[in-house]
């Protein structure tokens, strides 16, 4: 059975980094994997994704500070995320663009407070 599992998120201070791992198993054959979260209240947003030949996309509120990046050996997407700001807490969601459908894990808590 296909399914995505996280780790890495916690609590950090401002200003902290964090790592996020997500694991793909199963038949999914993947083309993009990436990253989204969802802050209380707002709707859920793109935060990174990269393709199977490593191109990536970045929203802009990120850039400069997440990096995404995939081992394909491993089918496993990490997200190294770097000078975290208040406003990056949310619950991140792994994402895979397979085929013929997508999938989510069941998403991981970051909060960032002092």
């Known amino acids: 059975q296909e399914q995505l599992v996280e780790s890495g998120g916690g609590l950090v201070q401002p200003g902290g980094s964090l790592r996020l791992s997500c694991v793909a198993s199963g038949r999914i054959f993947t083309m993009f994997m990436g990253w989204y979260r969802q802050a209380p209240g707002k709707q859920r947003e793109l935060v990174a994704t990269m393709s199977n030949s490593g191109n990536t996309n970045y929203a802009d509120s990120v850039k400069g500070r997440f990096t995404i990046s995939r081992d394909n050996a491993k089918n496993t997407v990490y997200l190294q995320m770097n000078s975290l700001k208040p406003e990056d807490t949310a619950v991140y969601y792994c994402?895979?663009?397979?085929?013929?459908?997508?999938?989510w894990g069941q998403g991981t808590q970051v909060t960032v407070s002092s």
């Open positions: 994402n895979v663009q397979a085929t013929v459908r997508q999938y």
